[in-house]
C-alpha cells in the first residue's frame, strides 16, 4: 500500500532531510508545508506555462478555437510587425539573424557560401561565414541581397 503523502509526511521528511528549510517553517519564514517541501525540492509546484498546458488538453475543441480567436483579436504575445532589422546601423548581424542563419545552415546541411551563392555571389565568398561570428561587418549590397533570402525562409 502507497504511503500516504500529507502535511505531517513532508513535515517529518523536512525536519530529517532539511533541517534549515524546516527552522523556516516553524519561525513563520515560510507559510506553509507544500512551500517548505517545494523549497527542498520534494515536490514541484506547476509553472504558469504548465498550468495552461494542463488546461489545454482539458478544454474542448471549441474552448480551444474561442482561445485562440481571442489571442490572435487581441494581439497578447505576438508579434504586431514582422521582424525587419538584420543587422545593426554598421552592418554587424543580429544575434537573432546569427542564430537563424546557423540554425538554416545546420538544418539544411549547406554552408555559408552556398547561402552566398543563393543571394547571387560567388560560393566562395566568405564574408557571410566571418559574419557569422558576429564581429564582421557585411556591406549594405550584401545585406540587401540576404534580406529578402531570410524572409523568404521565415525570418
Not at 528549510?21 to 517541501?37: F, T
Request: glycine share 8%; charged share 25%.
Amino acid at each position: 500500500m502507497a504511503q500516504k503523502r500529507d502535511a505531517a509526511y513532508y513535515r517529518s521528511r523536512l525536519k530529517k532531510e532539511f533541517p534549515s528549510i524546516y527552522g523556516d517553517l516553524l519561525a513563520g519564514r515560510i507559510k506553509s508545508v507544500r512551500q517548505a517541501a517545494a523549497a527542498a525540492g520534494l515536490i514541484h509546484l506547476p509553472n504558469r506555462l504548465t498550468a495552461l498546458q494542463r488546461d489545454w488538453r482539458r478544454a474542448s475543441p471549441q474552448q480551444r478555437g474561442e482561445f485562440l480567436k481571442w489571442v490572435k483579436a487581441s494581439g497578447i504575445g505576438l508579434r504586431t510587425r514582422p521582424y525587419s532589422t538584420i543587422a545593426d546601423a554598421s552592418g554587424i548581424l543580429t544575434p537573432r539573424t546569427i542564430a537563424f542563419i546557423r540554425g538554416w545552415i545546420s538544418s539544411q546541411r549547406i554552408s555559408a557560401g552556398q547561402i552566398m551563392k543563393e543571394i547571387g555571389y560567388s560560393n566562395f565568398d566568405y564574408r557571410l561565414a566571418q559574419a557569422l561570428n558576429g564581429s564582421v561587418r557585411l556591406p549594405p549590397d550584401v545585406l540587401a541581397a540576404l534580406k529578402p533570402w531570410l524572409a523568404k525562409r521565415g525570418l
